[in-house]
């Protein structure tokens, strides 16, 4: 199909070295896609992670902090559960898998107002392989004011990276130990306002092929910078622009499928879908500023099944278009068909 081609002549003219950000491409027909769970009008989905079973975490930032299970995303009628509310804080963030089956996720208190209070910031595990998985604390970080995108590093996965989009910066966290410091802090992480206001900065990160990827939505703009296996910068590097897509914000997004260098990123109240190119060029493949398909979009996952291995599962915060308001949900955006 048309798309298909489009995505193979920009795979074919990209060099990997050099980004170059000048074109942006709308799809004419909506990609396959169905709705997985619906959550009430004031539930916020914040991140998404997927078991090795298949079933989907979801965490949430409003009205409180909890996760929820998705299990069987794939049937007819999915069931939703949820696991654990922390009581001490308002939201969680971010969410990553550091070993089989074991998750790190982040939380803090937070208001769409005045975003994230210091002071207030915890990093916690979950283990599923355990009879009665509870959360367990695994450290404060009391200088933290908004955690955000959680990244393990795939060499040594019980180091996770994490985005703090006010302060502009990555903290490091063994979580086992629960040592932690800042392992980088860049221009190209900040958000202009040098953590005075509610702008966000860093915000979705993922680890691709030994470098560091992150989006600045106050730039909205996506980086890359070499690490080394402990989640360090490689000495001297630089961060890279690797893409500036025509949209208003740049929230979560995933490479794939597999080890696919296509980035999927999502736009938040843009309401819109993109895949982004290794060249830097980008398209729209879900939603539009009229659509509720992808509306405040806020994270994005391929599935874990050899039945939705091509599935991107995104989630989204409420959104009202023309009076109409939903609550947050799982989408599932069926890639099969191109890729």
């Given at each position: 199909m048309m798309l298909a081609r489009y995505f193979a002549f920009c795979l074919l003219q990209s060099s990997g070295t050099t980004a170059h950000l000048t074109r942006h491409t709308n799809t004419s027909a909506p990609l396959p896609n169905h709705l997985v769970a619906q959550f009430a009008d004031d539930v916020w989905l914040e991140n998404i992670a997927i078991r090795s079973n298949g079933n989907l975490l979801l965490t949430t930032l409003q009205p409180n902090a909890s996760l929820y299970e998705v299990s069987k995303p794939m049937s007819k009628y999915p069931t939703i559960s949820r696991l654990l509310t922390i009581d001490t804080i308002s939201g969680l963030t971010g969410i990553t898998e550091t070993a089989q089956d074991v998750f790190i996720f982040t939380g803090a208190n937070f208001s769409m107002v005045t975003g994230g209070?210091?002071?207030?910031?915890?990093?916690w595990k979950i283990d599923f392989g355990q009879s009665h998985p509870e959360p367990k604390l695994v450290t404060y970080l009391p200088e933290s004011l908004l955690p955000?995108?959680?990244?393990?590093?795939?060499?040594?996965?019980?180091?996770?990276l994490i985005a703090d989009a006010?302060?502009?910066l990555v903290w490091r966290v063994d979580s086992i130990?629960?040592?932690?410091?800042?392992v980088a802090k860049l221009k190209d992480m900040g958000n202009l306002?040098?953590?005075?206001?509610f702008v966000l900065g860093i915000d979705g990160m993922r680890i691709h092929k030994g470098n560091l990827y992150w989006t600045n939505n106050a730039l909205t703009s996506l980086y890359?910078?070499?690490?080394?296996?402990?989640?360090?910068?490689?000495?001297?590097?630089?961060?890279?622009?690797v893409a500036k897509p025509p949209v208003a914000a740049t929230d979560d997004f995933i490479f794939g499928p597999g080890n696919s260098d296509i980035a999927w990123l999502t736009t938040n109240f843009y309401n819109e879908l993109l895949a982004v190119m290794p060249n830097g060029d980008?398209?729209?493949?879900?939603?539009?500023?009229d659509s509720f398909e992808v509306a405040t979009a806020t994270a994005c996952r391929f599935g874990r099944t050899r039945w939705d291995a091509t599935t991107l599962y995104v989630t989204t915060g409420p959104a009202e278009i023309n009076g109409v308001t939903k609550g947050g949900k799982v989408q599932?955006?069926?890639l099969s068909g191109f890729i």
């Open positions: 209070t210091q002071g207030t910031t915890g990093v955000n995108g959680v990244a393990a590093v795939p060499q040594n996965k019980s180091i996770v006010q302060l502009g130990t629960g040592e932690y410091d800042v306002a040098n953590g005075s206001t890359e910078l070499p690490i080394t296996r402990t989640g360090s910068p490689v000495p001297g590097a630089e961060a890279k622009l980008s398209m729209t493949v879900a939603g539009g500023a599932a955006i069926n």
